[in-house]
Structure formats: C-alpha cells, structure tokens
C-alpha cells in the first residue's frame, strides 16, 4: 500500500493577510510565539481530559499529560510536543488553514479598526499559531487525533501562502510542532533562552513542561488554591519568584470574587519603597493573567498608576468553557478588574489600620506618598485614600500620627472645617504666629511637613464635606471669640491710619495691610494673598523658572494689642527713619515665619542699623 501524496492547500485570504504582517514586522517580541504554541499545547491537553472523563475509548490512553520542548542549536529547531487531544486531517485544514476557529481573529479585527501598530498589536493579541512564523524558516506539525480509527498526519508550511499536508506513520497521540528558527531567530535553540522564556510566560501553566528532559515549571499557581491551605512561606517563595524579589514582603491580599467577574488574584507589597533609592518611576508590576498564562507582565490600565508599588497576578477567566484569551484584551473588562481590585486593596488596608495600627504605620512610612499621589489623582477613590493618611497634628505629639477621621471626633461643634498647616518641620510650623490663633481657641491644625502635601491637599480640598483650610490663607474665618484686650491696644481708626502707613513703606510686597483680630503674641504675619495658589506653591513654581521677578505678593496683618506696633505708631512721627527700619523689619520676620524670606542680605544691614539707635547712637 502505497501513502498518498502530499496534497497542497492555499490559505484563506485573511490567513493570508495576517501571515504577511506577521513575516513582515520587525518585531521584538517574537518571544512570545513561544507563550503560544505552549499555551495551545496545554489548551490541547485540557481539552483531552475533559473528554477522557466521557470516551470509553481514546488513542494511545497511557501518555502522560505533559508538555516537551526540545532545543537543537546545531539543526537550529526548536520542538513542542504535547499528548493532547491532536487533530485530524480536516481539523488542521478547519483549524490552522482559516481563520474560523483562531485567537488571530480578534487580532485582524483590531487591525482594521486601529489602523497600522501591527507590531504593537501582535503583543497584545498574540497572533495564536501563526506567531510561530515569526521566527519559522519552515513549521511543520506532526498531529495523530484521540479517536481510535485514522492516522497521523504533518502539516508542512513556510508562511508564504500555501501549505502541505501528508500522511504520517507512528504518531503518538497529540501534536508535535517543529519550528526551523530563520537566520534572525538562532536563538531560540538555545535551551537557556528556552529557559528563560517559559520563566517568563509559562511558568503556572497547569501541566509540567519538560525542557529537554528537564521540568520547568515547579512553582504551582497559588492564587487558584484555597487560602487555607496555603503556608506562609508558600506565599514567600511565590512573591520571590514571581516578583524577582528577595525580601519578606510586608502585606499580601489573596482573594477572589465571582462578581461582577470571575478574579482570582494575589497581590503583594514589598518590604520598602524601591523609587525612594532613586531607581526612578517603577512600571506597574502586577501580571496579569488568564487561565494561569501570563498575557502582560506590566499592564498599563490594569491598576491606578499609584498602586504601581504592589507585585503580584491577577487572572481572571470571563468565559469559563471557552479556553481562549480573547477576552483579555476587552477594556471595560479591564476597567472592571481595575475597580474591584482597587477598592478590594483599599479596603484591605482600611481593616489593617484599624486593626493593626503598628504594622500599619510602618505600611505608610514606606509608601505613603504613594498614597497621597492617589489622594490626589485617583478621582474615582480619593476619599477611600483621604481615609489612610496619616499627619502629626497641633494636638499630637511629635512623632505621633493621626487621621482625618480622628480630626474630625475631636472637632468642635460649630467647627466647619479642617485646619491644617504646611512647613518644613514642627518646630518651624509651631513657632510660627499663624498658629497662635488656633492655639487659644484649642482649635487643632493638622502639621504637614511634604512638598507634595501642598499638591494633595488643594486637589483633594474636602474630607467628609469638611473643608480643607490652611490657616495662612487670609480669609480664614474663625468663630468670633473676642481678640484678647490688653492695656495700650491701638483704637480702630489708629490702627487703619497706621496700616496705610505701613503699606506705603512697603509698597510691592504687600496686597493689603490690617489690623489682625486674631494675633496673639506676635506683632505680625504675612498672609498667603492669592487663593488659588498658596505662596509655598508659587515659591516651588518661581524656582523651578528661574528669572521670573515677581515678587511673592503676602496681606500682612499686624496687631493692635503688640506693644511694638504701639511703640511703632509712635516712632513714625518721631523718627521716620527708624519707623521705616522696624516696618521693613517686621515684614521680613513675618516673611520668615513664613517660609518665604528670599534674599536675607539686605535684612542683616538693617538689623545692625537698628541695633545701632537701640544701643543709643
Ligand atoms: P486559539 O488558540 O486562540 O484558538 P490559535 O491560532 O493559537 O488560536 O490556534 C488555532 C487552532 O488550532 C486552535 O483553536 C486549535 O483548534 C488548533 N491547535 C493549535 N495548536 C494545537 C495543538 N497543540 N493541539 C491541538 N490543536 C491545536
Ligand atoms: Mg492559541
């Protein structure tokens, strides 16, 4: 009996089409043909178990469930075998000659609406099967189907058009795929590369690879098995591995959710801040994952931006019976995985701080600005965020952190809203004259010590529709408990004729000049003018383009009931000169206290001047 010849087919128009982009792009992540062809190998053999639990009878019963790669860097070839279910002859035309039954569709359907990122497009999508011809001189596909009757059959291809397929003897059950790397693609013959590579993409898939004799894929996918049966250095070893880490990390959130999608997922915070060591903006590093195959190590959308300190996979299966990962590259899938897993995470963190504030505070040491960035850019959970920072406080002590929920019990009654303060540090917000105020009333100020505080705190703006004031704002408006009167306040009318006076020494510098009603032991303080830029922001702006002369405009209030505004009043009339001196003066301490002395030169001059007339000229 003679075989029959081998018979030769065209592919199907869109095969045809989706060949040329894929033989024709440049692209550099032809790698992961390897994902591919190892994904379809163990969908094969998923598909296989299945239907053992049904037939009574199956070719070649005994083989094991597993994967083979082989490596030649002699041949330059690369082969992947599995026992699965194999194909017969009118399924490798049905299945690898059109388009019918491919991944690959979704692919050319993207490609006509998106236009031309070809090369971007094949990442995301894969291109299923036909991503082998990226690297492929020739593939050919050796496949013997389960049922009983029948042959084995090769399927021969260089991608350019047509095909082949023959009868062939003494196939096991399943499929042997035997790729002949082009002269671009001698790499991957290399077993290490190999290696490296199933690391990368195929390390959960739920049957063993063996490569070149060897298992590859000994770390099992902890994310699908229950939490109870998990150890804790079980979760160790995973985050190690699948984060390339070597630390302990501080939290890990395993959970799963069935709806609104099927979620598995586990996600990791590790022990420290790896931008705080100056390693620049880190990529988001949670995988994601469908049916245990890695589609993308890095997704962009998968999570906010400022969770891109959290390690870990997620994977989820939308579609249960359909074994394919089309459904992965959906966005309002996307979008919908982003909000569960955010607000899980959220959550998770809220229950940690009520329940193990120590821990906690180490947590927000480490990665709170990551926190406050969300606070101040993640729209849709900024009061969740709100909720988990932390501040020193006027009525703390040093060291010691407090909330906004917190804030808000011990608020007054008739309090309206959240004072807070922003400064280098404690002793300088403590020692300035704008919290004097506040201090008398027992009014708590919030202490914020971060440049990007000022950024958090004018986006975020309310906490429980509770406004967030900073008390060097002019219009601060508190409950009106008379000023403290002392012996020798200026009247009224004194202190506006003086504040004229004052604003015409000062000119530039100043937008208005009063009388303060709620100084206490300070003659005076500079007030930020503009509200819609505190005067910190506008200095971080002004150094940041240098050249710009405009000076930093303040409302200075000074006090009627400070004996040196007194004594002021006074010396104007009776030494001018020394009058203008102590306004200049006054302003620049105020300027101090502020923050915002710019050029201390010229003060240093006067203060000897000063000096000078005190000690008796
Ligand atoms: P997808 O896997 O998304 O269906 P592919 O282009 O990767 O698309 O594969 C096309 C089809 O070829 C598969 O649906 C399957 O029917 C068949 N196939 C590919 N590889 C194998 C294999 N190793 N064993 C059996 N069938 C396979
Ligand atoms: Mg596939």
């Known amino acids: 009996m003679s075989t029959p010849k081998p018979e030769r087919f065209e592919f199907q128009a869109e095969i045809k089409q989706l060949l040329d982009i894929v033989v024709h ?79 690959s569709k979704k692919f050319l359907q993207a490609l006509k609406e998106g236009g031309d990122q070809s090369a971007n497009l094949i990442g995301q999508f894969g291109v299923g099967f036909y991503s082998a011809f990226m690297v492929a001189g020739q593939v050919k596909v050796y496949t013997r189907s389960w ?6 059959h090769c399927w021969t291809s260089d991608g350019s058009g047509a095909y082949e397929i023959e009868e062939a003897e003494g196939q096991r059950r399943g499929t042997k795929i035997v790729i002949e790397l082009n002269d671009e693609s001698k790499e991957f013959a290399s077993a290490d590369k190999v290696k490296g590579l199933l690391r990368r993409y195929s390390s959960f898939v739920p049957f063993p690879i063996n490569l070149n004799g060897e298992k590859t894929n000994t770390i099992q ?24 880490a070597f630390d302990e ?58 969770l891109r300190f959290l390690k870990g996979v997620v994977d989820s299966e939308d579609l249960p019976l359909n074994i394919s990962r089309e459904t992965m590259q959906d966005r309002s899938l996307v979008e919908k995985l982003n909000r569960v897993i955010t607000g899980r ?32 850019t993640d729209f849709s959970n900024k009061e969740k965020i709100a909720k988990l920072l932390r501040f020193e406080s006027s009525l703390t002590e040093k060291g010691k952190l407090t909330s906004f929920d917190d804030y808000l019990s011990r608020m007054k009654e008739d309090q309206k809203d959240i004072f807070y303060l922003i400064g280098p540090n404690r ?18 100020v919030l202490f914020l010590y971060e440049a990007v505080d000022e950024f958090v705190m004018s986006n975020l703006r309310e906490y429980k529709e509770k406004k967030l004031v900073s008390i060097d704002q002019s219009d601060v408006e508190l409950e009106d408990t008379p000023p403290p009167s002392s012996e020798g306040a200026l009247d009224e009318e004194t202190t506006k004729n003086l504040c004229l006076w004052i604003r015409d020494q000062l000119g530039d510098r ?51 009931r400070h004996s040196l505004i007194a004594r002021l009043n006074e010396v104007r009339e009776t030494n001018p000169e020394l009058g203008t001196m102590i306004v200049e003066q006054i302003y620049d301490n105020a300027m101090i206290s502020a923050g915002l002395l710019e050029d201390a030169r010229t003060m240093v001059d006067r203060i000897y001047k000063i000096l000078e007339t005190a000690a008796g000229k």
């Open 221 to 244: 996918a902890l994310w699908l098995r229950g939490k109870s049966e998990i150890k804790d250095e079980e979760y160790t070893e995973f985050y190690k591995y699948q984060a390339n």
């Open 510 to 560: 100043v937008a208005e000049v009063s009388g303060s009603k709620r100084l206490i032991d300070s003659p005076a303080m500079a007030l930020n003018a503009d509200k819609m830029m505190s005067a910190q922001m506008r200095r971080m702006m002004k150094a940041m383009h240098q050249g710009d002369d405009t000076p930093i405009k303040v409302n200075l209030e000074v006090n009627p």
């Open 345 to 376: 995470f959220l959550r998770f963190l809220d229950e940690e701080a009520t329940k193990r504030s120590e821990d906690y505070l180490k947590f927000y040491g480490e990665f709170s600005v990551y926190l406050k960035e969300g606070a101040a």
């Open 249 to 306: 990390p501080l939290y890990r959130l395993h959970f799963s959710a069935d709806a609104p999608l099927a979620i598995n997922s586990l996600v990791f915070v590790p022990s420290s801040n790896i931008e705080s060591f100056g390693m620049g903006r880190s990529e988001p590093s949670v995988a994601l994952y469908c049916r245990k195959v890695m589609i993308d190590a890095h997704p962009k959308d998968l999570l906010p931006e400022w």
């Open 147 to 152: 049922h009983l009757e029948g042959t084995g």
């Open 427 to 444: 002793e300088a917000l403590e020692s300035a004259p704008y919290l004097e105020a506040f201090k008398a009333r027992n009014l708590e």
């Open 25 to 103: 792009s440049l692209y550099t992540e032809k790698e992961i043909f390897i994902r591919e062809l190892v994904s379809n190998a163990s969908d094969a053999l998923e598909k296989f178990r299945h239907l053992a639990l049904t037939e009574k009878e199956v070719f070649d019963e005994k083989l094991e469930l597993e994967i083979n790669i082989t490596t030649d860097d002699t041949a330059n070839t690369i082969t992947i075998q599995d026992f699965g279910l194999g194909m017969t002859r009118d399924e490798l035309v049905e299945n690898l000659g059109t388009i019918a039954h491919s991944g």
